[in-house]
């Protein structure tokens, strides 16, 4: 079992920043890649970004530019550093993990709303 903990969310006007954090704890050696995903009111979970073990990330194109994510494999922990934020950006973030054997695994989300 891995638990994961989110942290960061909030409401920021547009322009602003925030910093998403996701801490993963118990079977926590699986895990390769790290990421976040996103669901707005009415729309499907889409893909954010995503952080290999390797360090290679990758992201939606509607964030390039504007948000890095990041990890911190010592502390298990994995970062979304959102910048520019836009109202569209509003949404329930979800952290993400993928442990080799056991698959994916998801945090509980973080609220994220943009205000105009």
């Known amino acids: 079992q891995v638990r994961l903990v989110e942290s960061g969310g909030g409401l920021v006007q547009a322009g602003g920043t925030l910093r998403l954090s996701c801490a993963a704890s118990?079977?926590?050696?699986?895990?390769?890649?790290m990421g976040w995903y996103r669901q707005a009111p009415g729309k499907q979970r889409e893909l954010v970004a995503t952080i290999s073990s390797g360090g290679s990330t990758d992201s939606i194109d509607s964030v390039k530019g504007r948000f890095t994510i990041s990890r911190d494999g010592a502390k298990n922990t994995v970062y979304l550093q959102m910048n520019s934020l836009k109202p569209e950006d509003t949404a329930v973030y979800y952290c993400?993990?993928?442990?080799?054997?056991?698959?994916?695994?998801w945090g509980q989300g973080t609220q994220v709303t943009v205000s105009s």
């Open positions: 118990g079977s926590t050696a699986s895990i390769t890649t």
């Open positions: 993400y993990v993928y442990r080799t054997l056991w698959g994916a695994a």
